[in-house]
């Protein structure tokens, strides 16, 4: 089951568009960041992995 969600953020005074989206099916959990390049963003997928 695919699920879209459009959300936003605020950094400073500039706002963002967010765009999630979530698959969930059986099998082994898994976790995926797509589009992110920086290399701060790409660490937070093992912080929210052990959340």
């Known amino acids: 089951?695919?699920?879209?969600?459009l959300s936003g953020a605020v950094l400073g005074i500039d706002a963002y568009k967010v765009d999630?989206?979530?698959?969930m099916s059986?099998?082994?959990p898994s976790f995926d960041l797509v589009g992110l390049a920086e290399g701060?963003?790409?660490?937070s997928r093992v912080r929210v992995r052990s959340a």
């Open 1 to 5: 089951m695919s699920v879209r969600v």
């Open 40 to 43: 701060a963003i790409k660490e």
């Open 20 to 23: 999630v989206e979530v698959d």
């Open 26 to 28: 059986n099998g082994m």
